[in-house]
């Protein structure tokens, strides 16, 4: 079984402090992402990337960054938290082979900006 | 670009009852369609998919059929148990500028409820 494993279950922060999420998976797939979940918009993509150190944004990329030294570790960074980043965030993976093959998640990571 | 939308929810049930979360789209090519669970406190779980028209996905008792022709992909299941409830999620991937990356553009979500 594919396992995604974000480090945090919950996290509490504060404004404008720098913020790393952390996605490890051990399947070597080659593709990697970050979604933001909040009630009633569903999921929502922030970047991916497609290999290492290749990145891409998504839909909602203001105010993150990411960073991919290692294939197996996706992070997601919030430069200067703020509190409108409150919010579920879910990681994902899946292999490169074919469009038709489904992301795996982790249990996402719930996190205050106080 | 690509879009998916989904029936309003919530959704209340009594056991036993017939499910459908109604979930349409729009995307230009041939997108694969994918459904996927949230059980509380955890991830999103594949439940089934389709990748071309007319094919039905199915797991656990939960079907979808991928019908292009009202490019829609509307979840069922015959008889809902308590343990079903949950949020469920319609997606799609590789619509008009989609790339082997596999990028998935998801509904808001349905939670669904089942009481005994």
């Known amino acids: 079984d594919v396992k995604v494993t974000q480090s945090s279950r919950y996290l509490v922060k504060r404004t404008g402090e720098k913020v790393f999420l952390e996605c490890v998976q051990d399947?070597?797939?080659?593709?990697m992402f970050w979604y933001r979940q909040d009630p009633g918009l569903g999921l929502r993509l922030i970047y991916f990337?497609?290999?290492?150190?290749?990145?891409e944004k998504g839909d909602i990329p203001e105010g993150y960054s990411v960073s991919r030294e290692k294939k197996e570790r996706f992070s997601l960074i919030l430069e200067s938290a703020s509190t409108n980043q409150t919010s579920m965030y879910l990681c994902?993976?899946?292999?490169?082979?074919?469009?038709?093959?489904?992301?795996?998640f982790g249990d996402g990571t719930r996190l205050s900006i106080l | 670009g690509d879009s998916v939308t989904q029936m309003e929810g919530p959704v209340t049930l009594s056991e036993e009852a017939f499910l459908t979360i109604n979930c349409t789209y729009t995307?230009?090519?041939?997108?694969?369609l994918f459904w996927y669970v949230q059980y509380p406190g955890e991830g999103l779980q594949l439940l089934l998919k389709?990748?071309?028209?007319?094919d039905k996905g199915s797991n656990k008792g939960f079907e979808a059929t991928y019908r292009k022709e009202t490019t829609s992909f509307h979840l069922e299941k015959g008889s809902v148990q308590v343990s079903d409830s949950a949020v469920y999620f319609c997606a799609l991937s590789g619509g008009a500028g989609g790339t082997s990356y596999g990028k998935l553009t998801f509904g808001q979500g349905t939670i669904l409820t089942v009481h005994p």
């Open positions: 994902a993976s899946r292999p490169g082979t074919s469009i038709n093959q489904p992301q795996h």
């Open positions: 995307a230009t090519g041939y997108p694969s």
């Open positions: 990337s497609y290999d290492v150190k290749m990145k």
């Open positions: 389709a990748t071309k028209a007319d």
């Open positions: 399947m070597d797939h080659e593709n």
